[in-house]
């Protein structure tokens, strides 16, 4: 088995990309996240390749599951992505009969579809079966091959839901083994999540340094992603050293967060955005940033370092899940240990605003292989390699 994370892409003839009729069923803009910034995306890109039909959702999520203060980005109020038809209300079967027999009517060869949480299997296994029944082919885009809160009980309707599938797309080393444990194999192609180049920054604000060295942590602040190690962490360093911007919408423990700032005296040198933020505001944040950082707990990937790349901005992670499969050390950014704030600062003392700009460079190389075109180009090669009876093409394989 090829260890490389390059999506080693099989070249084919623009015609039979073309003639490909290929659907995608997933979230895209306006609802807003990791998952439907990724879905957008991937629509916009395998559009140039294929025949392609997309359908989106009416509704994601009830009020009580989703704590957050919507899931539609403002930004994008009112906006319908072009060529999507937004069908699925996640809680209303006969949106599901609809998309299934859209599908059907369209006469697509294969459906792609995103897979991240367990809630999503009452949806996703009704689809899968009528279009499986009706011989089009499901590939599962991973984004999670096992929910972040794992159960019994969620292992075995994942293996459900996944057992529909006729190939998958996996973003890490780590979604792979768990796939591989789960379904015991299978056509699995290997493709870390592109740069998040739709963040373009060219509008946005430049905001004024505070620190010598110039922190961010970006995103939904959850419990697995660490926030309080990194916090501990910065307590051994200097005060006039640095300065943290937290950016994201809290879905639980804000005020315990802010209390620890206190308590480690860090009020200072610790801001808090605690909220969702759209693309051009997000912009300017990491345009600021010397360093973006991922303390993560348990993660397979994430969107995160994406988006730094897209800035050319360096990332200190942790050694969990797909987190060091995109990071190059000492060029693109640094590994530590996870729940280890002693680590993490020793690190954090060695680092500097010239550090990071010496860095981008390498980035800059880095990310050219991250992109979109060859992220559809894979999900194009696992389809056809199903349609034309190919084994072991395209990128890595399972």
Excluded at 46 to 67: G, H, N
Excluded at 198 to 215: C, I, M, N, T
Excluded at 312 to 320: F, G, R, S
């Amino acid at each position: 088995m090829v260890e490389s994370l390059d999506c080693g892409y099989q070249e084919r003839s623009a015609s039979s990309r073309i003639s490909m009729r290929i659907g995608l069923i997933g979230p895209v803009l306006p609802f807003r996240g990791g998952i439907a910034q990724h879905t957008t995306m991937l629509h916009r890109a395998l559009a140039q390749q294929c025949k392609l039909y997309t359908i989106s959702f009416t509704r994601q999520y009830p009020k009580w599951l989703f704590p957050g203060e919507t899931d539609r980005d403002p930004q994008y109020a009112g906006f319908k992505e072009p060529n999507v038809d937004y069908i699925v209300d996640s809680l209303n079967p006969l949106t599901w009969r609809r998309a299934a027999n859209l599908m059907i009517r369209r006469q697509v060869e294969c459906v792609l579809i995103p897979w991240w949480t367990v809630f999503w299997a009452p949806c996703v296994l009704y689809m899968a079966r009528i279009l499986a029944h009706r011989g089009i082919r499901i590939i599962f885009l991973c984004h999670n091959a096992v929910d972040h809160e794992a159960a019994g009980w969620k292992l075995q309707i994942t293996k459900r839901v996944l057992r529909c599938g006729a190939g998958f797309v996996v973003h890490n080393r780590s979604d792979r083994e768990a796939l591989v444990q789960l379904l015991g194999g299978g056509a699995i192609s290997l493709c870390p999540l592109p740069v998040y180049s739709q963040f373009g920054g060219a509008g946005s604000r430049k905001l004024p340094r505070r620190g010598k060295l110039e922190l961010l942590f970006f995103g939904f602040v959850r419990h697995y992603k660490g926030l309080d190690v990194l916090l501990k962490a910065l307590q051994y360093l200097p005060r006039e050293q640095f300065f943290l911007q937290i950016v994201g919408e809290f879905w639980q423990g804000e005020d315990e967060y802010k209390d620890l700032v206190t308590n480690l005296d860090l009020v200072g040198n610790v801001e808090f955005v605690p909220r969702y933020v759209p693309e051009e505001e997000a912009s300017s944040y990491f345009q600021r940033a010397d360093f973006v950082i991922l303390p993560y707990r348990s993660a397979t990937g994430s969107a995160v370092t994406g988006l730094a790349y897209n800035f050319d901005k360096p990332v200190v992670v942790t050694n969990v899940g797909g987190l060091p499969d995109v990071v190059v050390e000492g060029e693109t950014g640094f590994i530590v240990p996870p729940e280890s704030p002693d680590k993490l600062a020793e690190l954090l003392r060695s680092l500097s605003a010239e550090k990071a700009s010496s860095m981008a460079a390498h980035i800059r190389r880095h990310k050219r292989t991250m992109t979109w075109e060859a992220y559809a180009q894979v999900c194009l090669d696992l389809s056809c390699s199903h349609a034309e009876g190919e084994s072991q093409t395209g990128s890595e394989r399972a």
